[in-house]
């Protein structure tokens, strides 16, 4: 059997490692650790870096032990991670000034408000990155950090500190600190790189306050950046060939390589994405443009729709309300109505993402009456989270002039039968699932093989993907109509004063 590869998903609520077979695409061990969510203050979220580290550490141990594969077989690894999500460390010592600010924290969303309020400056900013300015993405958190840490922002100057996604950070601890790279991936989602050019933009480091002398070098997503050094848990000198933040590389385990190929993960949001091909095309209708991979010099784009709160509506109920003891237990609650009885839950916990843009939406659920159980609850959080991802499909076959007719899917929550055919009837597209719907471990895998040559290209890679169920819509027109509609009348309640604004 050839030399298997090292998949690090460093996800938002947990890391997972993969041991992934290069023959047949099969994972041969897998182990996931979970780590504290901090909450200081209400709309703010944090990480502990050294807590995602050992939570690494831990993964990686736990996966090799369960594939029977010493650290010493391992051909190449591939990192794939949570992105936006912002670390500054001291180059001398890698520790971290601070905790790591999560992409879902919304403590700077009033410097967005304030720079949104120049039309030329939103403009300046999509045209250049393909992004709206929102405090989801990388430049605000920076600056945030440097702006709030004693001295940081002085030490900054001096070539002290570095930035990075998370990505860079645990590139800089499997290297002990001898590499300070990022992907094209997870750079596209600073507000700092020019999508086109896919370098660092210097005017927009101006814009967001953020120095150069805090970015890491852009590289590619399948090449080898560098070598495992004093790790503890690794040998010495294995390469670090795939870097690509999650939901690209979902969309690439996914084996979306032909233009128009799309895929929605669920996991803590939501998040569709298509491949556009090799121009990046500027979304009309609320999406935001982002790099799909980079490959022998040559960029891939995407349109993305991020909803951020989808599976974490489930952990909502569940730790929030008490209304079910396990996650997996919405499905079979759910089913024991046959509709939520006009109860509809817009899940805007975090405000809303993409394609409205309203961080000031609150969670709304409308439609309750004496008659409302925890089943008709718990099947609108279902249908909430489908109808969040019906917006985004329809997004993009705006943006794209045609309609979507299949979508892959992947992420813990899509393992849900009912979720799924519920977002088959409400977004009127085909559902496929693949058997192992571990699709961003795979993803970066798949990229981390071709950094080292194991693969020659991408046409090499379509036989590591395979469909294990679909879920045609079976809702008729009428019914469909009629749903939307109530969907859209909850959405309205739920937007605060600022929605739409881009």
């Keep these: ?154 030490r900054a100057a001096t070539g002290e500190l570095a930035f990075g ?44 306050r953020v120095p150069m002398s805090v970015l890491p ?36 385990g996914q084996a979306c390589f032909r233009e128009g190929d799309a895929k929605c993960t669920y996991g803590t949001g939501a998040f569709a994405l298509v491949n556009i091909g090799a121009r990046p095309l500027s979304s009309q209708h609320g999406l935001v443009t982002t790099a799909a991979w980079r490959i022998h010099g040559k960029t891939t784009y995407a349109l993305e729709g991020s909803a951020f709160i989808a599976g974490a509506a489930v952990q909502w109920l569940r730790d929030g309300l008490g209304i079910i003891r396990d996650a997996g237990e919405i499905e079979a609650l759910a089913r024991t109505v046959r509709s939520s009885d006009g109860v509809v839950f817009v899940p805007a916990l975090a405000g809303l993402g993409a394609p409205h843009w309203d961080p000031t939406a609150r969670g709304t659920i409308t439609g309750i009456t004496r008659g409302t159980t925890a089943a008709h609850l718990a099947r609108a959080t279902l249908e909430g989270i489908a109808f969040e991802v019906r917006d985004l499909l329809d997004a993009m076959a705006k943006d794209a002039g045609r309609p979507l007719l299949r979508l892959r899917v992947d992420g813990g929550a899509a393992r849900n039968d009912l979720l799924m055919q519920l977002q088959a009837d409400l977004a009127d597209v085909a559902i496929e699932r693949p058997a192992d719907i571990e699709s961003t471990g795979r993803g970066a895998a798949m990229l981390a093989g071709l950094g080292v040559g194991i693969f020659a290209d991408t046409a090499d890679l379509e036989r590591m993907s395979s469909v294990a169920a679909r879920f045609a819509p079976r809702m008729n027109a009428e019914t469909r109509a009629v749903e939307l509609h109530r969907w859209s009348d909850a959405l309205q309640r739920a937007k605060g004063p600022s929605a739409g604004s881009l």
């Design 217 to 252: 070098a852009i590289v590619g997503s399948a090449e080898v950046v560098g070598r495992t050094k004093d790790v503890g848990f690794l040998p010495d000198g294995i390469p670090i060939a795939g870097i690509a933040g999650d939901q690209q590389a979902a969309l690439f």
């Design 1 to 154: 059997m050839s030399k298997p590869l090292l998949a690090i998903d460093q996800g938002t609520t947990g890391t997972t490692a993969l041991v992934v077979s290069v023959d047949d695409g099969r994972t041969l061990g897998r182990a996931t650790t979970e780590f504290a969510q901090h909450f200081p203050r209400a709309g703010w979220v944090s990480h502990d870096p050294r807590e995602i580290w050992q939570s690494v550490e831990t993964s990686v141990r736990g996966a090799l032990a369960a594939a029977s594969v010493p650290g010493s077989a391992i051909a190449a690894i591939g990192i794939t991670n949570q992105r936006e999500t912002t670390v500054v460390w001291e180059r001398s010592t890698r520790r971290p000034i601070d905790l790591a600010i999560v992409w879902q924290c919304r403590r700077t969303a009033d410097v967005c408000e304030q720079l949104k309020r120049d039309s030329r400056t939103v403009d300046r900013v999509r045209s250049k990155t393909g992004l709206v300015i929102d405090a989801y993405f990388s430049a605000t958190k920076i600056a945030w950090l440097l702006d709030n840490v004693a001295g940081a922002r002085a």
């Design 165 to 208: 996604t998370i990505d860079s950070f645990l590139v800089s601890e499997l290297t002990a600190g001898a590499v300070h790279a990022t992907d094209v991936t997870n750079a596209s989602r600073t507000l700092l790189m020019d999508l086109t050019s896919a370098t660092w933009d210097r005017d927009l480091c101006e814009l967001f």
